[in-house]
């Protein structure tokens, strides 16, 4: 049994049904994710991922069900509230600061995230740190307009981590990249993990999933069909069915 087996979750959602109108966008969904786990969550368009992760960060209320972080009910929180308690969330569509810098978009979410005792000197070395974790310290003067997709998707992972999340949602960042490029994000996510940052990793792209994931769920309409190692829930005849087509 492993240490993260033996400790709480860090993330633990019980019962969760989210609806607008009639419409049931999750229904009855449960699930524990471990402290330092790579979890990877897949489904059609439409089986309700967005709205998941949404619940999660606090762009939607539960209705009901319960969200717990660090054994916290975090239910009822603002989602900047959730952002520094430790959750951080990635974009598909990376939505910098048009006129900013690259190293000016990060100190933003830098300032948001300080504590008072924080110096600007601090701030702007800690700038410098996470640009270089992405590859992005020669880009640091530059205008985010002239950066290439990878290169915002980058930037967006960095954003994310200048919050000190204890939780990442990577919502797509892969989304229509090359696989050379594919690659690239989903080394700089491994390595993000191996810093035992939680990551829950949402995308389309099996290859990379198969590849990140520890524990991968399945969503099909508002509900959980799978969950389970890659390779077991990629055998699932209902993930097959609802994923894939066949």
Request: aromatic letters at 4%; charged letters at 20%; glycine letters at 6%.
């Amino acid at each position: 049994m492993t240490l993260s087996d033996t400790r709480s979750p860090l993330l633990r959602i019980s019962s969760l049904t989210k609806r607008f109108g009639g419409f049931t966008a999750l229904h009855d969904v449960s699930v524990d994710i471990r402290p330092g786990e790579r979890f990877g969550l897949i489904g059609p368009n439409g089986s309700g991922k967005t709205t998941l992760i949404n619940c999660i960060s606090g762009a939607f209320r539960t209705e009901p069900g319960t969200v717990l972080f660090r054994d916290e009910d975090i239910a009822l929180l603002q989602p900047h509230v959730r952002t520094r308690r430790g959750i951080a969330r990635s974009f598909q569509i990376p939505r910098p600061f048009r006129s900013m810098t690259v190293a000016e978009n990060l100190m933003v979410a830098l300032d948001f995230a300080a504590h008072e005792h924080v110096s600007a000197a601090q701030r702007r070395d800690s700038m410098m740190s996470i640009l270089d974790q992405m590859g992005l310290g020669p880009k640091a003067n530059v205008s985010a307009t002239q950066l290439s997709q990878v290169e915002l998707r980058k930037m967006e992972l960095a954003r994310a981590m200048a919050t000190h999340p204890k939780l990442l949602i990577s919502d797509e960042a892969m989304a229509g990249l090359s696989s050379s490029e594919v690659d690239e994000v989903l080394d700089l996510l491994l390595s993000l993990a191996s810093r035992d940052i939680t990551i829950i990793m949402i995308e389309h792209i099996m290859q990379a999933v198969m590849r990140f994931s520890e524990r991968v769920m399945c969503l099909d309409a508002g509900r959980i069909i799978a969950i389970g190692s890659p390779s077991e829930v990629m055998a699932d005849q209902r993930v097959q069915e609802a994923y894939l087509g066949t």
